[in-house]
């Protein structure tokens, strides 16, 4: 009898967490282009490739991607594949055989099984294939062919690769073969791939694409198993990283297992009720270790940091991160979290400019993300504290907090949201000729749009995302028992503070308002920024219940059937999605529509549950939470962002967005202080 290749009783959750996704393509996936399946992709062990394993496919790997700059590259078609016959069968008989397999997705590792299904000829064998990253950009596959019966049976067996493109250089090497290929998302860039076969006597040859072994025949007699290991590298570099460990295969396999048992096993118990999203949390965490990726420091380091997604995210994100530190820090994963935000911090330059991206040795240029990043750091630090990295992550991050203060300064004692920014993406909030609804009468197809111009308006959530940066270095400083130096940035918090409920409060909407500062006027748009000095703890009490009820929790405004929306319901520029375009004004690309005049977003819903916690409506906003969980429930992919009519997932499926809002819902960490303290 042919078992399983670990022994998953020994792992009770990663058992549970058995195809609470399919790392396989998803047809007609809701607002996913093809071009995007990648973001199925299994990946684990901080891997920089990742693969599909499909139904109705030759046994093993298919498609694989390189994850090495920021969008997912196909680089086979099949990574590897088997192709099994029966000498002894004539052509008609063999013409009989249905090939069959199923396939148990892990977040630690992939098992399929397979056989011939048929009446008359009715082969008895059985065949598995396990893989599974038993080191960062390291696949190991494993075949077992297994005679069921009591006689013996010859098999024909052939391996195969097939390349997505010709490689630019390749050779064959002793059992397998290595290959260079040419990819390109912003600037061209190599992939190496090396593919060895561990059990002897396999040898390969190219044709064009494909690679094939020579045709190999073993008998097999009664009751026994063979078997046949694979390893695979990718690298960007042709000095291939060797394993820390040289295990078995099983023992690799099983390391695997056990790496990501520890993480589920960080989990806290959900409380009550909430212990009905446990398979939730089980895909969440999952998620974030899929999404952790070595790479490469400016020193050549390699740095364990967490990306946004397997394909069009795959970067370490400025205010990203901030919030996944959320979630990192309930899991205990310190290094990650750490890594990721000493990628940022290197970033930033001596004048205190910020950089919103890093991968592959590469910075984001001239673009900013809110600040989120010292916010951030407290969060990690709530539940893996050390002192030592806040002393470190201090100075870069005073002198971007700084920088924010000084070079976006409005003249008003508030800052504007620099060019180029790139966190509310297509937002209307900004528009230069605004406001943006329509007047009485006016005629819709002549109105004239405007153009984004982020620096023409003082925001509240912005301001109050920078208020909080201030009072987090406060109490980072405190950490480290450094009184006066927490003083002073409480001073500034307070000033920005004072400022926004001066300026941005609109007393007609009844709301905060963006605010421009050519002539003062309030742009008439309500957004879930329009509450963010309600979660920063700035707003007035009486003045955040009011406004949470009639805002918050309103189905005319932001309470959506799934919440909550990122603009008003009932202004006329709300859309609920959008997909993946290609508009004629970007040829090449692939454009998302409708990012941010409507999508509910896990981060942005967050945050608006901590406002409603810090106006006091603390049930309320766990009715809210439960009804934003129960939405992230219905799809196999915890996604970017939500359609908040329908709850569709919307945007990227497998985004640490939606993974790291799950864990912090379903532990309802918007209860605690703003900067992750626990309260009372």
Not at 384 to 410: G, K, M
Not at 595 to 615: D, E, K, T, V
């Amino acid at each position: 009898m042919l078992k399983s290749m670990v022994d998953m009783d020994a792992f009770p959750l990663s058992r549970r967490s058995a195809n609470l996704l399919r790392f396989c393509r998803h047809a007609d996936y809701d607002a996913l282009h093809d071009e995007f399946q990648a973001d199925f992709g299994y990946r684990y062990a901080g891997s920089r490739f990742s693969l599909l394993k499909n139904l109705h496919t030759a046994p093993g790997p298919d498609e694989c991607f390189a994850h090495i700059d920021v969008h997912a590259v196909e680089t086979f078609d099949k990574m590897l594949g088997l192709e099994w016959s029966y000498p002894d069968l004539s052509p008609a008989m063999a013409a009989k055989l249905c090939p069959f397999n199923t396939i148990n997705y892990y977040r630690s590792h992939v098992e399929e099984f397979f056989c011939h299904n048929g009446v008359s000829p009715l082969p008895p064998v059985e065949g598995r294939c396990a893989m599974a990253f038993v080191e960062p950009d390291e696949l190991r596959v494993a075949y077992a062919l297994h005679n069921a019966s009591r006689t013996e049976i010859r098999l024909g067996l052939r391996w195969y690769c097939e390349a997505h493109d010709t490689p630019r250089q390749s050779k064959i090497i002793p059992g397998g073969f290595e290959a260079v290929f040419e990819q390109k998302i912003v600037k061209p860039y190599p992939v190496y791939v090396q593919l060895r076969a561990e059990t002897e006597g396999l040898s390969f040859r190219l044709d064009g694409k494909r690679w094939s072994s020579e045709p190999v025949t073993v008998t097999l007699v009664a009751g026994q198993t063979a078997e046949y290991v694979f390893r695979i590298r990718l690298d960007d570099r042709a000095d291939f990283r060797e394993p820390a460990t040289k295990l078995g295969v099983q023992a690799s396999f099983t390391r695997a297992v056990s790496q990501a048992e520890a993480i589920y096993r960080r989990l806290p118990p959900l409380e009550g009720a909430w212990a009905r999203y446990e398979p939730l949390m089980l895909n969440a965490a999952g998620m974030m270790m899929h999404n952790t990726c070595q790479d490469r420091a400016l020193n050549g380091r390699w740095t364990p940091t967490i990306r946004g997604g397997k394909s069009g995210l795959d970067a370490t994100w400025f205010w990203d991160t901030g919030f996944y530190n959320i979630a990192l820090g309930l899991l205990g994963m310190k290094e990650v979290g750490q890594g990721a935000m000493q990628l940022l911090l290197d970033g930033i330059d001596e004048q205190g400019m910020p950089s919103n991206t890093y991968q592959n040795g590469r910075y984001g240029e001239g673009k900013y993300q809110n600040p989120t990043l010292a916010w951030g750091l407290c969060q990690l630090d709530a539940w893996c504290p050390d002192e030592d990295f806040i002393r470190q992550a201090l100075p870069p991050l005073e002198r971007y907090v700084n920088h924010w203060l000084t070079a976006w300064d409005s003249g008003n004692g508030l800052v504007v949201f620099p060019p180029t920014g790139v966190s509310w993406d297509d937002a209307l909030r900004w528009q230069d000729t605004f406001p943006i609804a329509f007047e009485p009468g006016e005629t819709w197809h002549a109105k004239n749009w405007g153009r984004m111009n982020e620096p023409l308006f003082e925001q509240p959530d912005v301001n109050a995302h920078l208020a909080l940066e201030c009072r987090a270095l406060a109490h980072l400083h405190c950490r480290l028992g450094e009184a006066s130096q927490a003083a002073a940035w409480d001073q500034r918090a307070n000033r920005l503070a004072e400022r926004i409920n001066a300026l941005l409060w609109d007393e007609e909407s009844g709301c905060y308002q963006d605010r421009c500062i050519r002539d003062g006027r309030f742009v008439k748009m309500l957004t879930p920024g329009s509450l963010w000095p309600i979660y920063a703890g700035m707003a007035p009490q009486p003045r955040a219940r009011e406004m949470c009820r009639r805002f918050l929790l309103n189905p005319e405004h932001l309470y959506t059937p799934m919440p909550f929306a990122s603009l008003d319901r009932s202004h006329p520029a709300f859309r609920s999605g959008g997909f993946l375009h290609a508009p004629p004004e970007h040829p090449g690309s692939l454009v998302q529509h409708a990012y941010w005049i409507g999508r509910s977003w896990p981060n942005m819903n967050f945050w608006m549950l901590g406002a409603l916690s810090r106006a006091g409506l603390k049930n309320e906003a766990d009715v809210a939470a439960e009804r934003i969980l129960q939405g992230m429930c219905r799809d196999e992919a915890l996604n970017e962002c939500y359609d908040p009519l329908t709850g569709t997932g919307n945007g990227h499926p497998e985004c640490t967005h939606g993974a790291a809002g799950a864990i912090a819902l379903a532990y309802r960490l918007y209860h605690r202080d703003p900067l992750g303290l626990p309260i009372g």
